[in-house]
Every structure is written in structure tokens, then in C-alpha cells.
């Protein structure tokens, strides 16, 4: 692989690091404000993170492209991460 594109994967998942918390925040806030979104949380968290991806023009150099891969890796990660923070039961009692 070229190292270029190594370069431009690696930058690509940094960005989408940053992204994932602050999309988690976003759709706890949109599941708080639209209680009927919650079904559609998955998909909605692909969708924002996204379009928060694509909105950080001015923070990144990157191609629209590679900034909505980044949104969308973001998205993903945030439903996994909401999933494992928040869904987790109680431990059994003894």
C-alpha cells in the first residue's frame, strides 16, 4: 500500500476518534429531546456523525469523502460505545 494512503487511513481514524464522543453527546440529545427516534438510533448515529463529519470543513484538509468516512466511522462507533456504557445489567446477586 502506499504510504500516502497509509497516511490518509490513519489521519481518517484519528478524525473519526475525535468525532464519536461528541456524536454520542448529540444523539443522547436527540433521543432525550425525540423520545420516538430511539429505534432508529443506529441508523441516526451513522447519519450525524456524517453530517458532522462533512460540517468540519474548516477544522480539517481533507476531502469531502474522507470526512463523511470519517462521520460514518464515527457514527458506528458511537452506537457501540452508547451500547456498552449504557446497556450494561446489573451483576446477579449471590
Not at 470526512?67 to 456504557?85: E, K, M, P, Q, V
Amino acid at each position: 500500500m502506499d504510504p500516502i494512503q497509509n497516511e490518509t487511513m490513519y489521519q481518517v481514524l484519528v478524525f473519526a476518534t475525535i468525532l464519536a464522543p461528541i456524536v454520542t453527546a448529540m444523539m443522547e440529545l436527540l433521543k432525550r429531546s425525540f423520545p420516538r427516534l430511539v429505534p432508529y438510533h443506529a441508523i441516526l448515529s451513522v447519519v450525524v456523525g456524517a453530517l458532522l463529519g462533512a460540517a468540519a470543513y474548516p477544522f480539517t484538509d481533507f476531502e469531502l469523502a474522507a470526512r463523511l468516512w470519517a462521520g460514518g466511522i464515527a457514527g458506528l462507533a458511537s452506537t457501540g460505545l452508547y451500547n456498552t456504557l449504557f446497556s450494561r445489567k446489573p451483576p446477579p446477586d449471590k
